[in-house]
C-alpha cells in the first residue's frame, strides 16, 4: 500500500489532515496523537504522510516541500522510527519501546523533529506501555508520538488519557463508488457497490478485496451456508466444502452472514443491490412469524461468533476446527422458514 502514499490525504481524510496542519502551523500539535478508526482506511498512510509534513522544514500549502534539507534526506527519514510488533508477533515488547525513547532523545539530523511512529499499538504487552509513560508524561523538545491502532480501548487508559485522539471514519458507501472505479478496471458498477457494501466503505479494504477476488469467495461461502439452511448440508460437510478457507475466515464469514440477516430483519426490507447470495439467504430467514425470538437467537449465535473469533485470532486455542464446528451446528439449528 506504499504505492498511496503520495495520494495521501485521500478524500475521506481532508478534514482530519487540515485539522492536523491547522494546529501544526499555529505551534498547537499535542505532541502525542493516537489514531483510531476502522482497517482499510489508510490509518498508516496517513500517519507517515503526516510524518514526512512534520519532519519538513518549509511546508507548502500544508504538504512537504521535497526540496528543503529534511525533506532531500529522503525516505524512510533518519529522524522518524516506525515501530510495530515483529514480523509473527502481534506484540510489541519493552525493548522496541525503549529504542524508540533513545531514538527520540537524540539529535535531530535535520534540525527539525524527531518522531515515533507505532502502528499495531494495542500490541504494546504492559511493560512496553509502562516504558513509554513516561515519554508521554516527559516529551522532549521537538518530538511528536503517533500512535496508531483499530483497537485504541485494549490499550492502557494511562495512554489513551495522554493522547489526542483522532477518529478516522468511513465515507458513505455511495462516495466510495467513484473513487474504487478510478482504482479498479474493468469492475461494473453494481460490483463496486457491492465492495463499498461489503467493506463498511473503507476504500483501501474494498480495493484489497477486489484485487483478492473477495466477492466471488464471499458468494462461494454465503451460497454453501444458505445451503446448510436448507438441510443439505450438515456442518462438517460444510467444513469440507470450505477447506481452503481457514476457520477464523470461515467465523468472519458466518458473523457477516449473521449481521447481514440480522440487519435485514430488523429493517424488515428486502435486499437490494447485495447480490443474489445475500437476497438468498435473507430468504431462509424471512417470515414475520416471531420475529421477536428469531432476532434474539441470532444475536445470541453473532455474540458468541464474535467471542470465538476473538479466541480463534489470540491463537491461543488449540482445536479451531471444533470451535468452528459448534457455530456451524448452531447456525443449520436457527428457525428455518415454515
Ligand atoms: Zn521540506
Not at 83 to 94: A, H, N, Q, W, Y
Not at 177 to 204: K, M, N, Q, T, Y
Request: a neutral charge; charged letters at 20%.
Amino acid at each position: 500500500m506504499q504505492r498511496f502514499l503520495e495520494q495521501v490525504p485521500f478524500f475521506w481524510q481532508e478534514s482530519l489532515w487540515q485539522r492536523m496542519t491547522g494546529l501544526h502551523e499555529q505551534r498547537q500539535l499535542p505532541h502525542a496523537l493516537l489514531l483510531s478508526g476502522p482497517s482499510g482506511l489508510g490509518k498508516a498512510l496517513f500517519a507517515n504522510a503526516l510524518a514526512r509534513y512534520l519532519l519538513c522544514l518549509n511546508p507548502i500549502d500544508s504538504r512537504a516541500c521535497s526540496t528543503c534539507s529534511s525533506c532531500r534526506l529522503g525516505w524512510p527519514h533518519p529522524d522518524l522510527n516506525k515501530l510495530s510488533p515483529d514480523e509473527g508477533s502481534r506484540v510489541i515488547k519493552i525493548d522496541q519501546i525503549r529504542s524508540v525513547i533513545d531514538f527520540l532523545q537524540q539529535t535531530s539530523h535535520a534540525g527539525g523533529a524527531k518522531i515515533a511512529l507505532i502502528t499495531v499499538a494495542h500490541g504494546m504487552n504492559s511493560s512496553a506501555a509502562n516504558a513509554l509513560l513516561k515519554t508521554l508524561e516527559e516529551p522532549t523538545e521537538g518530538s511528536y508520538l503517533i500512535l496508531v491502532s483499530e483497537s485504541p480501548l485494549q490499550l492502557p487508559a494511562t495512554i489513551r488519557s495522554r493522547c489526542r485522539l483522532l477518529v478516522m471514519s468511513p465515507p458513505e458507501p455511495e462516495a466510495i463508488v467513484d473513487w474504487l472505479r478510478s482504482h479498479i478496471s474493468g469492475d461494473g458498477h453494481e460490483d463496486l457497490r457491492r465492495l463499498a457494501l461489503v467493506s463498511d466503505a473503507c476504500p483501501l479494504r474494498a480495493l484489497e478485496m477486489a484485487e483478492n477476488g473477495e466477492l466471488e469467495r464471499r458468494d462461494a461461502v454465503l451460497s454453501k451456508l444458505r445451503q446448510a439452511r436448507d438441510g443439505g448440508l450438515g456442518p462438517q460437510a460444510l467444513l469440507a466444502q470450505l477447506s481452503g478457507i481457514t476457520e477464523t475466515a470461515v467465523v468472519e464469514y458466518l458473523l457477516a452472514s449473521l449481521t447481514i440477516v440480522i440487519k435485514y430483519l430488523l429493517a424488515n426490507r428486502s435486499p437490494q443491490g447485495d447480490g443474489p447470495e445475500v437476497a438468498g439467504l435473507i430468504d431462509s430467514f424471512a417470515t414475520k412469524a416471531d420475529q421477536k425470538a428469531r432476532v434474539q437467537s441470532l444475536l445470541q449465535l453473532h455474540n458468541e461468533s464474535l467471542k470465538a473469533s476473538r479466541r480463534l485470532r489470540s491463537g491461543s486455542n488449540p482445536n479451531p476446527r471444533l470451535i468452528v464446528e459448534a457455530l456451524l451446528w448452531r447456525w443449520c439449528q436457527l428457525p428455518r422458514q415454515p
